[in-house]
């Protein structure tokens, strides 16, 4: 454990210094630099397609030593390490290189927008939740939903196993892992209908079993619960009492007649 840390370390700056500076340019941002660059397009394919394996089906896949997948293991291992803003500019970055590869696209986008809400939890505003944080969700479940019609369509297929299934598994991953995200920064009152939003789609629209369903109920009272003004959450929490005392002097009542007739 005390020799791994280090260990990682070493290997992203290595990465970093190898593969990412290569990838950054003084120039990022800038429209001619872009229009130029946009002519090495044909370059760029060859690369790529020099990183590219195919399987017995025929399916391509990034080889383990390419490019893309060392960045891959960049940003994920910065992740772990909390490096938040090294991981998503390099997923950032890789969403990009995935663009015509859904199946790598999917989880880029999903951890771009989960790299944001830990490393940004004081400072999101509702600008960030809606033109860029919740974006990103709903394209990562749109591309897994692609993914997992994709691979229904080859089920039929020799050897083919319950792909679609485990990709389903991914986008409910995906929503409920935002869901949480979104209830854990520090404006609730903001983020909570986003957490709503996910929370309803699992329930309509994933196969869930009892008790995961039980679970997302209990995650949607503390959504609407969230939801309620302080200035009268109290209130609101006091009615139910007040309405189950009345009843049951009202029933009192009512017992106290009819002995009195008897």
Same mark, same amino acid.
């Given at each position: 454990?005390?020799?791994?840390?280090?260990?990682?370390?070493?290997?992203?700056?290595?990465?970093?210094?190898?593969?990412?500076?290569?990838?950054?340019?003084?120039?990022?941002?800038?429209?001619?630099?872009?229009?130029?660059?946009?002519?090495?397009?044909?370059?760029?394919?060859?690369?790529?397609?020099?990183?590219?394996?195919?399987?017995?089906?025929?399916?391509?896949?990034?080889?383990?030593?390419?490019?893309?997948?060392?960045?891959?293991?960049?940003?994920?291992?910065?992740?772990?390490?909390?490096?938040?803003?090294?991981?998503?500019?390099?997923?950032?970055?890789?969403?990009?290189?995935?663009?015509?590869?859904?199946?790598?696209?999917?989880?880029?986008?999903?951890?771009?927008?989960?790299? &944001? *809400?830990?490393?940004?939890?004081? %400072?999101?505003?509702?600008? $960030?939740? !809606?033109? +860029?944080?919740?974006?990103?969700?709903?394209?990562?479940?749109?591309?897994?939903?692609?993914?997992?019609?994709?691979?229904?369509?080859?089920?039929?297929?020799?050897?083919?196993?319950?792909?679609?299934?485990?990709?389903?598994?991914?986008?409910?991953?995906?929503?409920?892992?935002?869901?949480?995200?979104?209830?854990?920064?520090?404006?609730?009152?903001?983020?909570?209908?986003?957490?709503?939003?996910?929370?309803?789609?699992?329930?309509?629209?994933?196969?869930?079993?009892?008790?995961?369903?039980?679970?997302?109920?209990?995650?949607?009272?503390?959504?609407?619960?969230?939801?309620?003004?302080?200035?009268?959450?109290?209130? &609101? *929490?006091?009615?139910?009492?007040? %309405?189950?005392?009345?009843? $049951?002097? !009202?029933? +009192?009542?009512?017992?106290?007649?009819?002995?009195?007739?008897?």
């Amino acid at each position: 454990g005390d020799l791994m840390v280090p260990f990682m370390q070493r290997k992203i700056s290595f990465w970093e210094e190898t593969i990412l500076q290569t990838r950054r340019s003084l120039f990022h941002g800038n429209k001619l630099f872009k229009k130029f660059m946009s002519r090495t397009a044909g370059a760029n394919n060859a690369h790529q397609q020099s990183s590219l394996g195919k399987d017995k089906n025929g399916l391509e896949y990034f080889i383990f030593s390419s490019t893309e997948l060392l960045m891959r293991k960049l940003a994920d291992w910065s992740m772990m390490l909390g490096d938040y803003k090294t991981a998503y500019s390099t997923y950032e970055l890789l969403s990009h290189d995935f663009d015509h590869f859904p199946n790598y696209l999917a989880s880029c986008l999903e951890w771009c927008a989960v790299s &944001v *809400l830990m490393g940004a939890q004081n %400072i999101v505003t509702v600008k $960030m939740l !809606k033109n +860029d944080i919740d974006p990103l969700i709903q394209r990562a479940i749109d591309t897994y939903e692609a993914c997992a019609l994709k691979d229904a369509g080859t089920r039929s297929a020799p050897g083919a196993g319950n792909e679609g299934s485990i990709v389903r598994s991914y986008e409910t991953r995906c929503l409920f892992l935002a869901s949480e995200l979104y209830l854990s920064l520090s404006d609730t009152w903001t983020s909570t209908p986003y957490a709503l939003q996910n929370l309803e789609t699992i329930l309509d629209e994933c196969k869930l079993g009892p008790c995961s369903q039980i679970m997302i109920w209990e995650r949607l009272s503390d959504c609407y619960y969230q939801r309620i003004d302080p200035r009268i959450r109290h209130k &609101v *929490l006091l009615a139910p009492k007040h %309405i189950h005392k009345s009843t $049951m002097e !009202k029933d +009192d009542k009512s017992s106290n007649d009819d002995l009195y007739e008897d």
